[in-house]
Each structure stands twice: as structure tokens, then as C-alpha cells.
């Protein structure tokens, strides 16, 4: 008996050492993982840090842009408020024109022929000026009135064109690239012909 517990415990060493080298194989095969693992976290990543250099890229763009725009929009419309003063300049060279009668202009001579055409000049010379920094004098005689260019003060009945159109100018309107700098002072006509109906909406 003693012999046979001898055989059984030299057979069960076997077996254990035949057990080994699988063994080691699974150890070789687990030291695989953290690899693997390692570069799952740094291609995840690489791709946080492409995400986040492509939106950097993408504001500086976009600020780029908008600091062009601004920069634009400055230079355009430095002159605002300065333009607007110089307006009420426009306004009384105009009046001083418009005070001198037509048969005094066209008989004018001398000193008082001067003195016209020096002002008529001016005026010229002004809304050159003007023009050059960019802002233009809007005229909408004839034209339909617009609420975003023009200031109603009045209502002219006035049959002989479609309601809503402009009839008189009391006071010119300028504009500074595509702001409204003043609106324009209308008379509106009022009563004029209906636009045609619609066929279908009759129907």
C-alpha cells in the first residue's frame, strides 16, 4: 500500500508539471492586454486632441472674420456722427439757394451772379465730399415711400399716381454705406389709383 500511494503522488507531480506550460501560456497571452489597452488610450486620445486643434482652428477663423467685418464696418462708418453735423450745413447751403427767386437767378449779374454760383460750388464741392466718405444723398421724388428711408409728414391727394408714392421732398435724405444716416422728409400721395385685382381672388 505504501508503494501505491508512492505511484499515485508521482503521477499527480506529472500532471502538474504537464499543467505548467499551459499555464504560461495564458500569462504570455494576459501580458498582451495592457498594450493593447495603452494604445486604445492614446489613439482616443490623438483623436480628442485633432477634435480640439480643428474647432481652435475653426474660431480663429471665425474671429478672423468678424475682425475684418469690424474693421471694415470702422472704417465705413467713422464718420457718422461727424457727417451727420456737416449735414445741417448741406441743409442751409440748399435754403440759401432755394431763398433766391428763379427770375432773380436767371436775370442775375455782377456780384449777385457771383455770389450764386459761388454757393452752387460749394454745394457741388460738399456733396463730392460727402460722397467720398461714403455717404450719398437719397432723392426719392417719384419713388414709392419706404419707412426705413423716408419720414411721412404729410398726405397729398393726388389722383394722378398710386397711393403711397412720393410727391414731395421737404428735406433730402442721406445715407452712409447701408445705414440710413436721415431719413428723407416726404410728402405721400394719397387716393391714387387701386392696383388691379386679381383675377383669382375675385374668383
Not at 31 to 58: G, N
Not at 78 to 95: E, G, P, W
Not at 104 to 127: N, Q, V, W
Not at 134 to 142: D, F, R, S, T
Request: charged share 30%; net charge negative; glycine share 8%.
Amino acid at each position: 500500500m505504501p508503494q501505491d500511494d508512492q505511484r499515485q503522488t508521482t503521477v499527480e507531480a506529472g500532471a502538474g508539471a504537464a499543467q505548467d506550460p499551459a499555464s504560461a501560456g495564458h500569462g504570455a497571452e494576459a501580458s498582451v492586454d495592457p498594450i493593447a489597452e495603452t494604445l486604445a488610450l492614446l489613439t482616443a486620445e490623438r483623436d480628442e486632441l485633432k477634435d480640439r486643434t480643428l474647432r481652435t482652428l475653426a474660431e480663429m477663423e471665425n474671429l478672423r472674420r468678424r475682425t475684418e467685418r469690424e474693421i471694415a464696418d470702422a472704417r465705413t462708418y467713422a464718420v457718422t456722427n461727424f457727417a451727420r453735423d456737416v449735414l445741417n450745413v448741406a441743409d442751409n447751403i440748399r435754403r440759401a439757394l432755394d431763398s433766391v427767386p428763379a427770375d432773380a437767378k436767371a436775370t442775375a449779374d455782377g456780384s449777385l451772379k457771383g455770389l450764386i454760383d459761388g454757393i452752387e460750388l460749394t454745394e457741388r464741392d460738399l456733396a463730392k465730399t460727402l460722397e467720398r466718405h461714403g455717404v450719398k444723398i437719397v432723392e426719392p421724388q417719384g419713388q414709392k415711400f419706404d419707412p426705413n428711408r423716408h419720414q411721412a409728414m404729410f398726405e397729398v391727394p393726388n389722383p394722378e399716381v398710386p397711393a403711397g408714392t412720393v410727391v414731395q421732398v421737404v428735406q433730402s435724405g442721406y445715407v452712409i454705406g447701408d445705414r440710413v444716416l436721415r431719413p428723407a422728409l416726404v410728402g405721400v400721395a394719397k387716393g391714387g389709383p387701386k392696383a388691379a385685382a386679381n383675377p383669382a381672388d375675385a374668383a
